[in-house]
């Protein structure tokens, strides 16, 4: 077997692994899940949650609604606490891009970091998900 082959078969039986594993691993939540919800890897449901961040300026929160259709994320929606004007900006900013960096993605493995230049909101973003994936279980 050439070295490429063997290396699209092991990169294949990884990824086999790996979604395996995810699909164990969400069998055991506690949590139940939302109307409409099914484990992460195959969701399909709308969730929302929030998820705080530390800002310079103290601390923030962005409110998550997300829509997924067999473990791929189809919408969202972030709107922001915006205590101070500068978090207002940059929240702002990244709801502006969040759409582009999102929609389309895998629920199981989804996380950002800066979008359209902003890098802190990002933080809020991950912690809400964190908790729909829970809630998608």
């Known amino acids: 077997m050439p070295d490429r082959t063997r290396a699209a078969v092991r990169a294949v039986s990884s990824a086999a692994l790996a979604a395996a594993a995810l699909g164990a691993l969400?069998?055991?939540?506690?949590?139940?899940?939302?109307?409409?919800?099914?484990s992460a890897p195959d969701a399909t449901g709308t969730w929302t949650e929030t998820g705080?961040?530390?800002?310079?300026?103290?601390?923030e929160s962005v409110t998550?609604?997300?829509?997924?259709?067999?473990?791929?994320v189809t919408a969202v929606t972030?709107?922001?606490?915006?205590g101070s004007p500068n978090s207002q900006r940059y929240q702002a900013q990244f709801i502006?891009?969040?759409?582009?960096?999102?929609?389309g993605k895998p629920l199981a493995t989804l996380e950002?970091?800066?979008?359209?230049g902003s890098s802190l909101?990002?933080?809020?973003?991950n912690a809400a998900?964190?908790?729909i994936r829970a809630d998608a279980a």
């Open 26 to 38: 969400a069998a055991c939540s506690s949590g139940s899940p939302a109307a409409g919800a099914t």
């Open 52 to 59: 705080d961040y530390q800002t310079p300026g103290g601390q």
């Open 64 to 72: 998550v609604e997300l829509t997924a259709k067999d473990g791929t």
């Open 78 to 82: 972030v709107t922001g606490s915006g």
């Open 96 to 103: 502006s891009g969040i759409d582009q960096a999102v929609v």
């Open 112 to 116: 950002v970091g800066a979008v359209s």
């Open 121 to 125: 909101t990002g933080r809020g973003f």
């Open 129 to 131: 998900v964190d908790k």
